[in-house]
């Protein structure tokens, strides 16, 4: 049991290893719902979906047939989304073939979880569908109705790379609501905006751990606890790194970059925007300390209640993200002209600004 913590304390240590090379570079992943006009109660076949794709690069699955772009790493966060907006119109263009559209939502608007089913058929999907449903019907719905947008960044090694951390795991919650795009489920308005979010606190919260990581200056033994007192999925992922593999925070270190997976797949207008504020705030080390120091002891689980509920009409999500929209546009001006998408954070202070929330 000793040595296993051992490798365990060592193999997380690595998680937060960062890059010393000064880059700044931005990976994307999105993952959108694929849908007939036609039909929408029934899936998509996903023998189809492969078919049709497979001439497409940077494609993957998830267990509900939702598809996967993923694109590699781009070295700055426009490019980044470029080489995103590229593979997704190939996409398109490949599924309009078939008949098939793809919905860039956080739930998926028309099925039950029951109704897609489990078109994975891994060991790893297997066993997390079947560990999720001990809990409750949330992880049916995590695995099998949502998509989300991954925004990773290169993690800085060091005291910097710690208050990278934290910041990221502060603004979560705050970029949850911001971009909350889940208001339609199984074909009925929900009260939120923010279903997908809900269905996130309420899959494993042992293993999720939302607003309950980057509070404490010790990231690897915070990390730790938090990988120890998760359960292992089944005996298959027992193992330190297959067990680490099935955490799901809505920040994930790993190793070189972070990965913030708290937003919503948003739609095409919204991706630079996202992308924008998300780069900005977290790669530059001016923003990520002010971040820290306007936001540090805040209490993170009760802004998860609020991103989860009534998201940014409630005054203190909204005036965070009015804040944190503020800080990235003066980070800007630390970055290279052509690093962000073009007006991304000029359409989110317009946004915020009209809707009063600079007062």
């Not at 905006?193 to 042992?206: E, K, N």
């Amino acid at each position: 049991m000793r040595s296993r913590r051992l490798v365990l304390e060592q193999a997380v240590e690595s998680l937060f290893a960062g890059t010393d090379d000064g880059s700044r570079r931005v990976g994307l992943e999105r993952e959108l719902i694929a849908y007939r006009h036609a039909d929408l109660a029934s899936p998509v076949p996903l023998a189809e979906l492969r078919s049709a794709l497979a001439g497409v690069p940077d494609v993957g699955f998830e267990p509900g047939g939702q598809i996967e772009l993923h694109p590699d790493p781009a070295d700055t966060a426009a490019a980044a989304v470029a080489l995103l907006e590229q593979r997704e119109r190939a996409a398109r263009a490949a599924l309009a073939g078939i008949g098939v559209h793809l919905a860039a939502v956080g739930l998926d608007p028309w099925r039950s979880p029951e109704r897609l089913g489990l078109q994975l058929g891994g060991d790893r999907y297997v066993d997390m569908d079947r560990h999720f449903d001990r809990i409750g019907p949330a992880g049916r719905r995590f695995m099998r109705q949502s998509a989300g947008l991954q925004v990773c960044v290169d993690l800085r090694p060091g005291a910097e790379g710690l208050v990278q951390w934290r910041a990221a795991n502060l603004v979560a919650p705050v970029l949850a609501a911001l971009f909350a795009n889940s208001r339609v489920c199984e074909g009925r308005r929900l009260a939120t905006d923010s279903g997908r979010t809900a269905v996130c606190l309420a899959t494993d919260p042992a293993r999720m751990a939302y607003g309950r990581l980057g509070r404490s200056a010790g990231a690897v033994g915070e990390y730790l606890g938090f990988a120890v007192g998760a359960p292992p999925l089944s005996d298959r992922f027992a193992g330190v790194d297959a067990h680490l593999s099935t955490l799901f925070p809505a920040v994930r270190p790993r190793g070189r970059y972070l990965e913030i997976r708290a937003l919503d797949a948003v739609p095409g207008r919204e991706l630079g925007p996202a992308v924008a504020l998300t780069s900005a705030l977290l790669a530059v080390p001016a923003a990520a300390n002010e971040v820290l120091r306007d936001l540090d002891g805040i209490d993170v689980p009760e802004l998860w209640r609020l991103a989860a509920g009534p998201g940014t009409r409630h005054p203190t999500l909204r005036g965070l993200a009015a804040g944190l929209v503020r800080i990235a546009r003066a980070a800007a001006g630390d970055l290279p002209e052509d690093y962000l998408p073009s007006d991304g954070l000029d359409r989110l202070a317009c946004r915020t600004d009209l809707a009063g929330w600079a007062a």
